[in-house]
């Protein structure tokens, strides 16, 4: 069974907070308010808090909470919590953040999504299935113009680089999580896990712990417990020092991508295809391609063999791209082709 973070009462003690000396839940609000102001979140907005019943998504819960009782923000809060349906006791953490809420006389939305389920039908892992029905979930309850506001922390960056390193990324991959995409924002990305949890226990607020966060059957979970344990005994500070490494990553990724559109343009004929005559440097031959196809982006492979192909010297070369789409080598010329319909 999941266990509880704590067994003090859900909510802080009833005194009210001293003028002088913040309380641990006051701490707990300025760091999620330090994060929303340097998102830029408006004060008045409709939050969607995206809230499993861990400590971080309970640390967003209750600072986000607090920022409104103490009229810091004027946001208008809903908690949405997704069962995964992964766990046998999955319900009763349903049950522990829809108590939270109603504690907090939030408006609660929930749904059960059979994830295994979805990763069979999807051929997606099971992370990655729980981490796109999620995104689905909140996005069908969040309000037009609201924002979906997620937990995610300094450490969940660190493990996405690392992840993402082993899996061979190149500079999109370790860019890290983003404090924001579209409407999701991620105002707790600059604190670490740790911290926010010795808030929550110094104010006396109850989370549930996930048992399958300790499974080494998932990758995630050994670099989260095996891998940046031992990088932050060799060298302190490991987990801060990604995230720098990350932003410098993101940077550069941002100005690559700039590059790589004007050099598309440039490169793109009246008819629409894609002139590969003198191609352009590595790396940004690559993106350009990457560009012209779009969304969803082929596999790193059958990029490489289409700058191949547009490179050599064999006319007439057709590469299957997935999703539908065929890119025609000819004469130097790529023309993208994508199914009608």
Avoid: C
């Avoid at 499974?215 to 050994?222: E, K, V």
């Avoid at 005994?233 to 941002?254: E, M, Q, S, T």
Wanted: hydrophobic share 45%.
């Amino acid at each position: 069974m999941a266990e509880q973070g704590t067994h003090k009462p859900l909510a802080g003690g009833s005194n009210p907070p001293s003028a002088t000396t913040p309380t641990p839940l006051d701490e707990l609000a300025a760091a999620l308010d330090a994060g929303a102001r340097a998102l830029e979140l408006p004060p008045d907005a409709a939050l969607v808090l995206a809230v499993s019943g861990g400590p971080d998504s309970m640390a967003l819960l209750r600072g986000a909470a607090r920022l409104v009782e103490t009229d810091a923000r004027r946001w208008r809060l809903a908690v949405a919590h997704l069962d995964h349906a992964l766990r046998p006791e999955s319900a009763d953490d349903a049950a522990f953040v829809a108590d939270a809420a109603a504690a907090l006389r939030l408006p609660f939305e929930s749904n059960r999504t059979d994830v295994a389920a979805l990763a069979r039908d999807e051929g997606r892992s099971i992370e990655d299935a729980g981490r796109e029905a999620r995104y689905r979930f909140l996005e069908a309850v969040a309000p037009d113009g609201g924002w979906i506001v997620t937990a995610h922390t300094a450490d969940d960056a660190a493990e996405t680089v690392l992840l993402n390193l082993l899996r061979g990324s190149g500079l999109g991959g370790v860019r890290g999580i983003p404090a924001r995409r579209g409407r999701v924002v991620r105002p707790l990305l600059g604190h670490r896990r740790e911290t926010l949890r010795t808030m929550l226990d110094a104010a006396g607020i109850a989370y549930r712990i996930d048992p399958s966060n300790d499974d080494p059957a998932y990758l995630r979970n050994r670099v989260r417990n095996e891998v940046l344990p031992l990088l932050d005994a060799l060298r302190p500070g490991a987990v801060d020092r990604i995230g720098r490494f990350a932003k410098l990553a993101a940077d550069d990724d941002d100005l690559l991508d700039a590059l790589a559109a004007a050099e598309l343009e440039r490169r793109l004929t009246p008819d629409g295809e894609v002139d590969w005559h003198d191609a352009p440097p590595a790396g940004l031959d690559r993106r350009v391609l990457r560009m012209a196809i779009g969304q969803p982006a082929p596999s790193a492979e059958r990029i490489e063999a289409l700058a191949g192909a547009a490179t050599g010297d064999r006319g007439g070369v057709r590469i299957e791209l997935g999703g539908g789409r065929a890119a025609s080598v000819n004469g130097r010329r790529i023309r993208i082709e994508r199914a009608s319909g």
